[in-house]
């Protein structure tokens, strides 16, 4: 039996191409966007008296995406070295002889391929912003939910200091907030320059038509074409690596809290989710996973749009290929990652008590610079305590009955008591947590 799978639903589609960004990059999105521009570039070529408006119609007419077969145009794409030279034939083909000069007029393939790349971005990062947005969402949820719910701080992956749930969850909150807001700032130029950058072809005009084109397909008007200079789009793949890291720490965080022997969170529960193919028992934190599987892609693909900024005079010699398929994939692969945690978070679970006995189960200890600060934060007090806690670990005692083993300890039981309470050492802790909360609800103008 035989099965053709779209890329959407291919074997691996579930985890890598998972949320709304996938089938915006998709080749059948790349396809509507280059017809998009070439349309685009007709109208605002008209809107100045360039073109005949008949044209205008013409080349609406035929930017359909269903009159073109994608795998034709890949075909011919390959001998051609881009697919936009055989998308321009195809193109004039569908209108009458006499407007066919209007087709694609003053255009090189790089401005319809970069500024169909653009569009492309812009509409793969609506479906990846909301899903950011709703990861955030649920962080805000969960840091106010749990502002006071006290719990091991680990530094080194090991016990450190106590600190809160909800400020854990606030750091994810303002880390995403930060991630959205740069991708969201982030502006997506036309690109129109022809041959060589100057728009010779359109005589002394050229530059009246950019701001037409950018308005006409809601994208940023830049101060000149950029052919070989590659900031917007290394930009924008710089802003995805930091969105797919900051997914990707908050993923490391659950899949640790999530082990067995800390307990602490566990992801939504499904019939089959987080099974294992020998062991009944597993329940895996597969959402944490999977955004990690794509996460894990990401800085590899960044580096490959940064290494393309070194490109030759005004038009590259594969550098700016090697972009194309890698900018679909750096959508694809963090729209993916927001998808899987906006999941995760939005029905995380989180055990207080777990995260209590965890911290009791290290016997007092996180509170040593705690007991410090109480005997007055003094070179004798930090010695005395670092004694205590060498005789603790060494006899398996509470940091208590260490210091109460001991020579010179001057507190008194309250004081000693209070000393190693862990809710009575938050510092900040809840500010903090008020603070981010407040900045996601109400932004900064």
Not at 2 to 29: H, I, K, N, Q, W
Not at 223 to 236: F, G, I, M, N, S
Not at 412 to 417: C, D, F, G, V
Request: with cysteine; aromatic share 4%.
């Amino acid at each position: 039996m035989s099965m053709t799978l779209s890329a959407r639903d291919g074997l691996f589609s579930g985890m890598f191409a998972r949320g709304g960004a996938a089938p915006e990059v998709s080749d059948a999105a790349w396809l509507a966007a280059m017809l998009d521009v070439e349309a685009a570039l007709a109208t605002a070529q008209a809107g100045i008296g360039l073109i005949p408006d008949e044209a205008v119609e013409a080349l609406g007419a035929a930017c359909r995406p269903e009159l073109f077969d994608l795998a034709e145009l890949g075909g011919r794409a390959a001998p051609a070295g881009n697919p936009v030279i055989p998308l321009v034939a195809a193109l004039r083909e569908r209108v009458k002889p006499e407007l066919r000069r209007y087709v694609h007029y003053g255009a090189t393939s790089q401005d319809i391929n970069d500024t169909a790349a653009m569009l492309v971005a812009c509409r793969a990062l609506a479906p990846l912003l909301a899903d950011l947005s709703a990861c955030a969402d649920a962080c805000a949820r969960l840091a106010a939910g749990h502002r006071d719910t006290v719990m091991a701080g680990r530094t080194v992956l090991q016990q450190a200091v106590p600190i809160t749930f909800g400020l854990k969850a606030a750091g994810w909150l303002s880390a995403l907030d930060r991630s959205r807001a740069e991708l969201a700032e982030l502006p997506l130029p036309v690109q129109y320059g022809g041959a060589a950058g100057t728009l010779s072809a359109l005589g002394g005009r050229g530059h009246e038509v950019l701001p037409r084109l950018a308005a006409g397909l809601g994208l940023a008007e830049p101060v000149l074409p950029w052919h070989t200079d590659r900031a917007p789009v290394a930009r924008l793949a710089c802003a995805l690596g930091t969105a797919a890291g900051t997914l990707g720490k908050i993923a490391t965080d659950v899949k640790l809290l999530a082990q067995t022997e800390v307990g602490e969170a566990a992801e939504p529960s499904a019939p089959g989710r987080g099974g294992s193919s020998a062991m009944p028992h597993k329940r895996n934190p597969v959402g944490a996973v999977s955004v990690l599987a794509c996460v894990q892609r990401v800085p590899g693909l960044v580096a490959s749009v940064l290494a393309g900024m070194v490109q030759e005079h005004e038009r590259a010699a594969g550098p700016w290929q090697a972009e194309w398929e890698t900018l679909g994939e750096l959508l694809r692969l963090t729209g993916s990652a927001a998808s899987w945690l906006g999941e995760v978070l939005e029905g995380l679970t989180v055990d207080p008590a777990r995260m209590r006995a965890n911290l009791g189960a290290a016997r007092g200890l996180p509170m040593a610079e705690h007991v410090v600060a109480r005997l007055g934060g003094t070179p004798e007090a930090r010695g005395l305590v670092d004694a205590a806690c060498a005789r603790a670990a060494a006899e398996g005692l509470s940091l208590r009955e260490a210091l109460l083993a001991g020579p010179g300890l001057a507190l008194t039981a309250q004081e000693l008591e209070a000393a190693l309470d862990p809710a009575g050492y938050l510092g900040s802790a809840g500010v903090f947590v008020d603070r981010v909360v407040a900045a996601h609800f109400d932004p900064p103008e």
